[in-house]
T-cell receptor
Framework: GQQVMQIPQYQHVQEGEDFTTYCNSS?????IQWYKQRPGGHPVFLIQ?????EVKKQKRLTFQFGEAKKNSSLHITATQTTDVGTYFC??????????FGDGTTLTVKP | NAGVTQTPKFQVLKTGQSMTLQCAQD?????MYWYRQDPGMGLRLIYY???????DKGEVPNGYNVSRLNKREFSLRLESAAPSQTSVYFC?????????????FGQGTRLTVV
């Protein structure tokens, strides 16, 4: 079945450093969604990428969708303590299958 | 606008007990979902309801049953709780079961089975 691998599982950074999490799917995706879950909270939708090679930005966050539509990345520039949490990707296929990655947990040291 | 509301927020059960987790959404969404989240793991789909009147199994349905009571409400039942069902349970909804719409999650139910 469809598998979505997300790396790294954990990332500890100093405030101000950059952070990147990667998402890789075993199958071609129709779109990919990214969610953020704060500690003790629930996942909250960040963005959706649909087109091959698409790049979207939200302030310090940059999201990319690979040319083959099988991988994606989320990059945060100059992390802040408000960025802490777990970032999940959710890969969605044309067959109607949605699979969440295991998430990358980001901690930021002030 | 409450979004997705789950009750209860916390629950402790003894092995073999039964309980129902409630979920309601006020966004007029067609599709609703139940996930479980275990430490260090992603969200695994238990059951979903693409529209009122339909339910389907997800990845990990064993030990659970669901009811789509009406368009707003989707409940998850544990008939005989087991320690392996200790987890955080999230209900989610989407406007429709096309996966190009965002999912809205409830606050979660933290369940411990002893």
């Amino acid at each position: 079945g469809q598998q979505v691998m997300q790396i790294p599982q954990y990332q500890h950074v100093q405030e101000g450093e950059d952070f990147t999490t990667y998402c890789n799917s075993s199958t071609t995706l129709s779109n990919i969604q990214w969610y953020k879950q704060r500690p003790g909270g629930h996942p909250v939708f960040l963005i959706q990428l649909v087109k091959s090679g698409e790049v979207k930005k939200q302030k310090r966050l940059t999201f990319q969708f690979g040319e083959a539509k099988k991988n994606s990345s989320l990059h945060i520039t100059a992390t802040q303590t408000t960025d802490v949490g777990t970032y999940f990707c959710a890969g969605n296929t044309n067959a109607g299958k949605s699979t969440f990655g295991d998430g990358t947990t980001l901690t930021v040291k002030p | 606008n409450a979004g997705v509301t789950q009750t209860p927020k916390f629950q402790v059960l003894k092995t073999g007990q039964s309980m129902t987790l409630q979920c309601a959404q006020d966004m007029n969404h067609n599709s609703m979902y139940w996930y479980r989240q275990d430490p260090g793991m992603g969200l695994r789909l238990i059951y979903y309801s693409a529209s009122e009147g339909t339910t389907d199994k997800g990845e990990v349905p064993n030990g659970y049953n669901v009811s789509r009571l009406n368009k707003r409400e989707f409940s998850l039942r544990l008939e005989s709780a087991a320690p392996s069902q200790t987890s955080v349970y999230f209900c989610a909804s989407r406007l429709r079961d096309r996966l190009n719409t965002e999912a809205f999650f409830g606050q979660g139910t933290r369940l411990t089975v002893v």
